[in-house]
């Protein structure tokens, strides 16, 4: 009896430890690593919830995701070591809800389930981020712990905001109204749509328009200034975020999972919250840059949103692996499980593409590296009576200034010229510059209005990166 109660309290307490361990990981990381995760929507995200409280219209505003901007907002007052901070609260409770849900799903080796989303690259990656994924994954597995608890209000009042965090938040709704339909549990789908009834009420007083949370989606048109790419471009993208092991595991579980499901030997909760939930998701953004629709970017990282149902069906690919092919071999399934875990563990390190790369991951970009160096640049020559008109947001973060201000910061669009005064600083760079706005550096060169005062480049990965400051004379 007593040995029976203590291996419960193991299988119970493995994941405080894993949390723990955890706990000590993502403290480091933030301590010793000053990346990012992303130069671009990253630090935008972020810039929109530091500077929220100044502008207030800024928590109504669909792409930087009004609930993320009103969750964050408290933590980017401290830079964005606060975000970074905010995110691996984030993340760790993300893997405790994980966990939980597998013990509800009667899955056999849970912790193995919560390793594995841990140890997924990308994951890992994007809690050092100001991204919007890791919180969408945390809502996705409260609203499926509660759920699989019959804790149907709670779920569907998580569930109703994930599209005020993330526009796909709408695709996981329509799976759980299929649900609770399936379940008979019709009373609880209008709770599902309780997320935009109190932002339709809260925004109007920003927008004077209720249907303003459909109105504003940024997302919502039938073509892409990104293109289009090919039809199984995140069937191949799904390493570059779990990495090899999970990837193999992953697909050993859809096998199973379509096996069973046949065999009529898995539960409606796995079938439809998990594997429908997570293939929605992963077709919908498969259609979305095939066909160069919603502004799709084909970016692999929105897989991250839907981690925690990934990492389920891998550990069902694992469970199929050593326990179906092992059912009678102790032994050798031991010994393979063991095998699987250390490779699983130990992927991230290596330098395999797919595992994580510290330098590029972790660190502050090369055209961040450069963004520092303009603004010590400009911290020479400055005076507070100047402009800067630029788009890298990093430069926000680097001059300080509050990029929603217009009296400090303009776009560097075509027509910029029009809104300039003497003395006004432009800075260039050849990405934010040139690809969403069209600005070549000939245009502000043969510009007899400008001075070119300072250039700055460097190679990074055959990709040369450029920046020039200029003056309105």
């Known amino acids: 009896m007593h040995s029976q109660t203590f291996t419960k309290n193991m299988k119970n307490n493995q994941i405080f430890v894993l949390l723990f361990i955890y706990a ?28 929220a409280p100044q502008h207030p219209e800024l928590f109504f505003n669909h792409w930087a995701k009004p609930l993320y901007v009103f969750l964050v907002s408290p933590f980017a007052q401290f830079g964005f070591i606060g975000v970074k901070i905010f995110n691996a609260i984030v993340s760790f409770f993300t893997l405790f809800f994980t966990f939980k849900s597998i013990q509800k799903l009667h899955i056999n080796n849970p912790i193995i389930g919560a390793i594995i989303l841990l140890f997924s690259p990308l994951f890992f990656v994007l809690t050092f981020s100001g991204l919007t994924e890791p919180l969408f994954a945390l809502f996705i597995s409260i609203g499926l712990y509660t759920l699989l608890s019959d804790r149907y209000i709670l779920s569907c009042l998580f569930i109703s ?9 709408l695709i996981i709704i329509a799976i759980f109204s299929l649900y609770l339909l399936l379940k008979k549990q019709w009373r609880f789908i209008p709770l599902l749509l309780v997320g935009h009834v109190v932002y339709m009420i809260s925004g109007y007083f920003v927008y004077e328009d209720f249907f303003w ?21 995140f069937v191949k993208q799904l390493i570059y975020v779990v990495g090899v092991p999970i990837y193999i595991l992953f ?17 409606l909760d796995l079938q439809i919250l998990v594997f429908l939930g997570f293939f929605s998701f992963f077709i919908a953004h498969t259609l979305f840059w095939y066909f160069g629709i919603f502004n799709s970017m084909g970016l692999k990282r929105v897989l991250i949103g839907v981690a925690p149902l990934l990492s389920i069906i891998a550990l069902i690919g694992f469970n199929f692996i050593t326990d179906d092919l092992f059912k009678s ?11 699987l875990i250390l490779y699983i563990l130990l992927f ?18 090369k055209d961040q590296q450069l963004a520092i160096q303009i603004g010590d640049f400009i911290a020479q020559n400055r005076n507070s009576s100047q402009r800067y008109i630029y788009d890298h947001p990093y430069l926000s973060e680097v001059l300080k200034i509050d990029p929603f201000d217009n009296n400090k910061r303009m776009a560097l669009t075509n027509n910029f010229m029009a809104n300039i005064n003497p003395g006004d600083i432009i800075i260039w760079e050849n990405w934010f510059a040139v690809v969403e706005y069209g600005v070549t550096k000939e ?9 070119n005062l300072y250039n700055l480049n460097v190679w990074d990965n055959n990709r040369e990166i450029r920046y020039s400051v200029y003056e309105k004379k």
């Open 24 to 51: 000590i990981i993502s403290s480091f990381t933030i301590y010793f690593f000053d990346g990012t995760g992303d130069a671009g929507d990253s630090i935008n995200h972020y810039l929109y919830a530091k500077y």
């Open 161 to 169: 905001f994930l599209p005020f965090i993330r526009s796909e938040g």
């Open 213 to 233: 949370v459909f109105n504003k989606i940024p997302y919502a048109r039938l073509s892409s200034t990104y293109g289009n790419g090919e039809l199984f471009h």
């Open 251 to 267: 697909w050993f579980g859809v096998v199973s999972v379509i096996w069973n499901s046949i065999k009529k030997r898995l539960s």
């Open 329 to 339: 071999k102790r032994t050798p399934k031991l010994i393979l499980q063991g095998l």
């Open 348 to 365: 991230p390190f290596t330098s395999n593409h797919a595992a994580i790369n510290f330098e590029r991951d972790l660190e502050l970009s």
């Open 443 to 451: 245009t502000l060169d043969n510009n007899k209005e400008l001075i």
